[in-house]
């Protein structure tokens, strides 16, 4: 059974930058595709950033394109999210998610508060 295990969230103003961390158990996570998903309050979840596998091909929400970059190191089993430029409406709970074929493994989500 795959969990992950998101961490780097918080409370940050306007303009700063936040990392978020999503670590993998067991050895999937180098064939799978990772993302970072957001869902704020009375929203439905949203696609923010995904990286597949292989080659690293990542994939960004207009919204954040060019302010976030996501990563992976399958050495450790984490992905991440480098969040810079942060802007109020980027509040939301942040949740990693794992993807092979058709099968989702989700994190328990991590809070993120930009302030202006």
């Known amino acids: 059974q795959v969990q992950l295990v998101e961490s780097g969230g918080g409370s940050v103003q306007a303009g700063g930058s936040l990392r978020l961390s999503c670590a993998a158990s067991g050895s999937i996570f180098r064939i799978a595709t990772m993302g970072w998903y957001r869902q704020a309050p009375g929203k439905q979840r949203e696609l923010v950033a995904t990286?597949?596998?292989?080659?690293?091909?990542?994939n960004y929400a207009d919204s954040v394109k060019g302010r976030f970059t996501i990563s992976r190191d399958n050495a450790k089993n984490t992905v991440y999210l480098q969040m810079n430029s942060l802007k109020p409406e980027d509040t939301a709970v942040y949740y990693c998610n794992l993807r092979i074929s058709v099968q989702h493994v989700w994190g328990q989500g991590t809070q993120v508060t930009v302030s202006s």
């Open positions: 990286i597949a596998s292989g080659d690293g091909t990542t």
